[in-house]
């Protein structure tokens, strides 16, 4: 019995000091990682603004080129077709001859 009090005494001496030691230090790591975490949440949130900024520019752009132009738009897009008709037309045209002297 007198052995079972001592192992007791020891085990109280000697591990209440170590006990305290390891939950200090499970303090800092959790600590570390909560600061860790910030940062890099952080980190993604200022990602993700820059991203949907360039988005919403882009979008504005769209918008802009669709209300302001876009009748206009659609007129240059049938006049490229056009002009690349006539281009086409025109690719079989011997050097020497106008179009007008076409066979």
Do not use: C
């Not at 600590?31 to 993700?48: G, I, P, R």
């Amino acid at each position: 019995m007198g052995e079972l009090i001592g192992l007791a005494a020891v085990i109280l001496i000697f591990g209440i000091p170590l006990l305290a030691i390891w939950t200090s230090h499970q303090q800092k790591i959790a600590k570390l990682q909560v600061k860790t975490t910030a940062e890099h949440t952080a980190e993604k949130a200022a990602q993700y603004a820059s991203q949907i900024q360039r988005l919403e520019d882009r979008v504005q752009v769209l918008e802009r080129i669709v209300t302001d132009r876009g009748y206009d738009v659609a007129t240059q897009i049938e006049a490229l077709r056009d002009q690349r008709r006539v281009d086409e037309m025109d690719a079989g045209v011997p050097l020497g001859l106008d179009k007008n002297e076409r066979v």
